[in-house]
Nanobody
Framework: QVQLVESGGGLVQAGGSLRLSCVASGRTFSLYTMGWFRQASGKEREFVGGISRSGGYIYYADSVKGRFTISRDNAKNTVYLQMNSLKPEDTAVYYC?????????????????WGQGTQVTVSS
């Protein structure tokens, strides 16, 4: 079992930056593939990016590639989402997710553990 808590959301102007953090409970964080997803109001939850257990493999949705960066610090049980050049269409609740047996990182059903989410609002 792992519990996830996101933080770092807020209101930012277009072109600005935010860094989201997701802290996991437990001592086995390094065994989990981590993912970031987002859900805009009235839309389905979508993949943003994912990072393998060691951080050696990182995946991004095309919509955020080149603007967002995922990293993790296994010593701190934390995964980060650095978001630069934010656009109004990035406005959503952002969720981190975890699972030990992810084979398709962009698939929601691969992840058993989810945080409560943090709101990101980008004004134009």
């Amino acid at each position: 079992q792992v519990q996830l808590v996101e933080s770092g959301g807020g209101l930012v102007q277009a072109g600005g930056s935010l860094r989201l953090s997701c802290v996991a409970s437990g001592r086995t964080f390094s065994l989990y593939t981590m993912g970031w997803f987002r859900q805009a109001s009235g839309k389905e939850r979508e993949f943003v990016g994912g990072i393998s257990r060691s951080g050696g493999y990182i995946y991004y949705a095309d919509s955020v590639k080149g603007r967002f960066t995922i990293s993790r610090d296994n010593a701190k049980n934390t995964v980060y989402l650095q978001m630069n050049s934010l656009k109004p269409e990035d406005t959503a609740v952002y969720y981190c997710a975890a699972d030990r047996t992810v084979t398709t990182p962009n698939r929601l059903s691969e992840y058993d553990y989810w945080g409560q989410g943090t709101q990101v609002t980008v004004s134009s």
